[in-house]
């Protein structure tokens, strides 16, 4: 799976990033517990 696809499923789920640093992606959801990381260039599988 691309880093792209990944994205976009867990912000179909209503997650939002929350904060960036490097290549990693860090999305929170606004009644979920917990970050979901995300690392890796868009086009990466």
Same mark, same amino acid.
């Given at each position: 799976m691309k880093v792209r696809?990944? $994205?976009k499923l $867990?912000?179909?789920d209503?997650?939002?990033?929350?904060?960036t640093k490097?290549?990693?992606r860090q999305y929170k959801h606004?009644?979920?517990r917990g970050l979901v990381? $995300?690392?890796g260039?868009?086009?990466d599988e």
């Open positions: 696809e990944a $994205i $867990i912000e179909e209503g997650w939002y990033l929350e904060r490097g290549d990693h606004p009644s979920k990381t $995300i690392s260039h868009l086009n």
